[in-house]
């Protein structure tokens, strides 16, 4: 269309509810905020790699949503009267990943980005039909391989970081392989790029970034928080996993000046599982992307600051408030903080795997490794529920899944109805008493190779990707020195912290370390980061909500309410 050629308008189906019709009364209540207008054939109502501010409506017409305007385009969705547009972006603040033009001419109904949050928060059906519609689309684009483009070659360490960043924070985007993909040549050439200064992201015809630190990319897609670092908040989250997420939801709701710092991306490790299937209310299960996703709208919608990545470096308190510095901007300050930092995946110790990680070596398993393997069969290494779950979704996209366990018993660290599915599903091959001792490929991984841990016996798995789930270490070497820790990192609370606090940081206040407050008053620890928490992403959210509500003791003790 950018050149003139005439699209095809005939709308999309609806097959998935990820496009659905709004009746007469849910369109009044959005007239009701927003403002009617007519567009003409070859308007662009909004642009891919800019931030979209309004919530439009198609009244009459058609709209098509396109990848590429102008250079190479495609065309995604066409929508037609009654359909909405836009998709998760919109809800968070970032810029959008396609771009919309009118290819019949017809009338729309404008309303502000901020007016929608408010009325959806007044008007819960509404506000369920378009986020669930809105995360339908963001599947959609994250499995189809639409978004900006990150062109780089897979050897490349920060290609690979470039590609990390975006799975990991769903972010729909598109690998262009400088080795595999036969346009990538031409595509360096037309924008004027010599392929020794790749990687690069190309967010739009006109806007290239020369290999971005994943910071400036998270600017350039509206993902970093505007607030500044001068104030100072009344709870300041660090880490944006359930636990944090949580905190963020509650602290918000309940008045309190409210900001979370991320270092990779919101939903923790709890968003690298395709379905958790345990979560109370949540009977067909749930995915831990989705889960982080309604998270952070709800956050947002309440008011709370989310900046991501921003990595914490130090802890220090200052008068009457804690500082936490940062490792490429200024502090952030809080009169109370919770540390929500979560854990890593251990890695293998194994030759030459950090060679291979992202190519072909996963410590998730999402919509995008999926991707990259839908061909040829896989091994999962770990005993616990991350590597169930892992097994389970991969056996719906890859032929065959090779589970290797440490172990002699599945249902060791596993729970019960994942092992059930596991030892019925054919396409899932568990190999007890396994350990991998070699992975094999120069490029990319082609097989490994295990050994029995009871007999030393050898042999190779013809394998193109090796995931690996097997347990975790708590995010706290920032921590040391500031708060006390156990002897396996983990951040000490209550009673615990209470047999290792100093004197003269208690003696005044007459009292011990609350149940979630650490050694310091008013930092308090929550989820898999707190020494004895359980290991599930039930607790870690109830161990946020219950955070909030003893911060709020913590503030009335140093006479600030969530008003001042």
Known sequence: MGGGDAVRADETPDTHGAYPRLSDQQIEVLAACGDKRKVEAGEVLFREGQVCTEFIVVLSGKVAILEGYGVDERVLRIHGPRRFLGELALLEGQAAFFTAVVVESGTVLVVDAGELR?????????????????????SELVGQGTGFRIVGSGYSSDTRRLLEFAARNRLPHRWIDLEKD?????????????????????????????????????????????EPNDHVRDLLVVGAGPAGLAAAVYGASEGLRTTVLEGVATGGQAATSSRIENYL????????AELAERAVVQATRFGAGITVPVQAVGLERREDHYVVSLDEEGPAMGRTIVLATGAHYRRLNVPRIDELEGLGVYYAATLVEARRCRADPVAVVGGGNSAGQASLFLARQVPKVHLLVRGGDLGADMSRYLVDRIERHPGID???????????????????TVEDNRTGDRRTLP??????????????TWLEGAVCLDSHGFVETGQDAAANTQENDWSYLGRSPMALETSRPGVFAVGDVRSGSIKRVASAIGEGAMAVRLIHERLREVGVSAQD
């Open 182 to 226: 036969k346009g990538a040549e031409s595509l360096l050439k037309r924008l004027g790029i010599p392929a020794s200064d790749t990687p690069v992201v190309v967010l739009n015809s006109s806007r290239v970034l020369r290999n971005p630190g994943n910071a400036e990319l998270a600017r350039a897609l509206g993902m970093r928080s505007a």
């Open 463 to 476: 394998v193109r990707a090796l995931f690996i789930f097997i347990g975790a270490e708590p995010c706290t």
């Open 281 to 288: 209310g949540f009977p067909a299960g749930i995915s831990g």
């Open 118 to 138: 408010a009325l959806l928060a007044s008007e819960p059906a509404l506000g369920d039909l378009i986020f669930r519609a809105y995360l339908l689309r963001r």
């Open 430 to 448: 568990v190999q007890l008493h396994t350990e991998v001792r070699e992975v094999h490929g120069d490029r990319s991984v082609e097989s490994v």
